[in-house]
């Protein structure tokens, strides 16, 4: 069965935070998961354009509010 | 020193920052204000703070701890940290405090190193402590904030242990000796070692607080600090409750808004932050800071790394106000240099000692040295806060102290006018957003991946964050150099032991270049990072 854009991209949150139990949903934000600050952020953008093979720009790394907004952006690069 | 403090030779800092505060007329003053991620708000008294600490140290007694037993914490910042912290104080059990990120090599160090008979946690750090937990004998029980007991497996509900702990505890008489708290810092070679303060630290960090911070028992304080760093237990709990003062304490991260929405309707007075954190909010808009209310602030302070000039200059020109930058180590447990408000600010300069202090510039041979000349920065032994011990360390205990002079690490030199400018480290330790992270913690940690074979770790300047980690690796024959084997290796680091450690930079090589006994040449990898002359390297292998 296809895996969904969210169930990929929670995978990667998954990897990136070492918590195969985490579940993350289009509203959770960095207050949410123990342990995304700052810097484990560049390790969480890192890992989602090494998944799903896109590219950030600047702009698109400003507009992140939510985990919502991260999957807005990798749908609008075509990432499937 | 303000000896009025110590009221019947009673030095314990649960007992000064709670009871003590009630027995003087301040039982129904907010202590803490607790401003939770999604801005719900909680006041707690003093009376609170007292009640909740005593059943904590019912607590801790109940499962066995005595006076002497290491205690950690392992909590992000939230008011069961709090309790955490001074039942166990009030108990005399030693309170260490750790980053709620840490991972599992970084937790392995410091239980291991200490012994510690217990853990405080969330429910979502068990697994990494499970992973572990065979490596720690002498940890007995862990206490779960938001979790269910599990006796069988020594997890207790903190809910329930205070649920069925006493409200009333009497506090021992407490000596000024008496072990107090602990943080582990990182140095160039080995492992963390565990930095041990006692009681009577309270009379600098309550004095530096009045006389440094400037706190006046109207003021409404808030320190930025998480309470795994020296700052956020000095200055984000210890000085200000000692004297009265109630502080906001935040359990969100950074975001520039929310910040500047809790220093206008918290109407906060001071404000003590850090300079990566001052760093982030120059980034932002400058109307946010316009049309933001800081009318109640009166002083901002700034730890943890040099504040460079323009974030000063930023802080005159968009707030208005001076930053205060302030200088101290864990070793110092307290406020030890400055540029302290009522003193000409030499902006770049980390201003000049607190009053009681005397700091002087060595060369290598021991002499003292001239006004401008750089040489190591040494404090005259003897503060209160200076601490006591390098856990299970003496023989490196007593290599800091040299003539009745404690050897600060940090290179510097001395103007005509006494202020003392920061140059760099006299070791290879990297300050990330004031956070001391080791090389040889990350190399130990990139050594654990499959793909490498070796590795040389160092410091490079960053911008925003002060320094940045810079690894360089050598991989195995059978193996390249990829994206994907970056991102690993980044993810393997943080996991392994914090965000904050991770790599900013990974730089593949074919080996890492080393003398003749083996020892990494992490001089010659910075300059050719930074593309310097490396220096003399007719000792290099590679």
Known sequence: MKMTLMEKLNDVFRMVFDDETLVVSEATTANDVDGWDSLTHINLVMAVEA????????????????????????ESKGSA | MNNELIENGQYNIGHICTRQQCLNGRGDKTA????????????????????????????????????GDIVFTFLPKMPEQFFAFLGALKLQAICGTMFSNFGEDALLDRLGDSGAKGIVTKKSSLKKIAHIRQQLPALEFIIVVDGDSDPV????????????????????????????????TSGSTGKPKGVLHRHGSILSQ?????????????????????????????????????????????????????????????????WYSAPTALRMLMREDQGKFVTADFSSLRHIFSVGEPLNPEVIQWGRRLLQRDIHDTWFQTET???????????????????????????????????????????????KQGGASMFIAYLNNEAVYKQKFRDGWYQTGDTV??????????????DDV?????????????????????????????????????????????????????????????????????????????????????????KIMRRVLKARYLGQDPGDISTMEI
């Not at chain 1, 998944?51 to 990798?74: E, H, P, T, W, Y």
């Open chain 2, 430 to 518: 990297i300050n990330i957003a004031g956070h001391l992270v080791s090389p040889f913690e990350v190399e130990s940690a990139l050594l654990e991946i499959e793909e490498i074979a070796e590795s040389g770790v160092v410091g490079a300047p960053d911008e925003l964050l002060f320094e940045k980690v810079v690894a360089f690796v050598s991989l195995h024959d059978t193996f390249k150099p990829s994206p994907e084997l970056e991102l690993k290796i980044r993810l393997h680091v943080m996991n392994r032991l914090s965000g904050i450690a991770t790599p900013q930079e990974v730089i593949f090589l074919d080996g890492i270049p080393k003398n003749k006994s083996g």
């Open chain 2, 153 to 184: 497996e020594g997890i207790y509900s903190f809910k329930s242990l205070m649920e069925e702990a006493s409200a009333e505890f009497m506090v021992e008489s407490t000596a000024a000796d008496t072990p107090s708290v602990l943080h582990y």
């Open chain 2, 333 to 379: 447990g307290a406020i030890m240099i400055s540029n302290r408000p009522g003193v000409e600010i030499r902006p770049g300069s980390m201003g000049i000692p607190t009053p009681g202090m005397e700091a002087v510039v060595v060369g290598d041979n021991g002499d003292l040295l001239p006004d401008g000349e750089q040489g190591s920065l040494c404090l």
């Open chain 2, 206 to 270: 309550n004095m530096t607080t009045r006389e440094i911070l400037g706190l006046q028992h109207d003021d409404i304080f808030w320190c930025t600090a998480d309470q795994g760093w020296v700052t956020g237990t000095s200055y984000g709990i210890i000085g200000p409750w000692s004297l009265g003062v109630t502080q906001v304490h935040y359990g969100g991260g950074y975001d520039a808004q929310e910040w500047i929405d809790l220093l206008s309707r918290e109407r906060i007075t001071v």
């Open chain 2, 32 to 67: 803490m204000r607790w401003v939770d991620a999604k801005g719900d708000r909680a006041d707690y008294s003093f009376a609170d703070l007292d009640r909740e600490s005593n059943r904590f140290a019912n607590a801790l007694t109940s499962l066995g701890v005595v006076g």
């Open chain 1, 51 to 74: 998944m799903f093979r896109i590219q950030f720009s600047a702009k698109d790394l400003g507009s992140l509010r939510n985990v919502g907004d991260l999957l807005g952006v990798i």
């Open chain 2, 413 to 426: 030199k001395r103007d005509g006018d006494g202020y003392f400018w920061f140059m760099g480290r006299s």
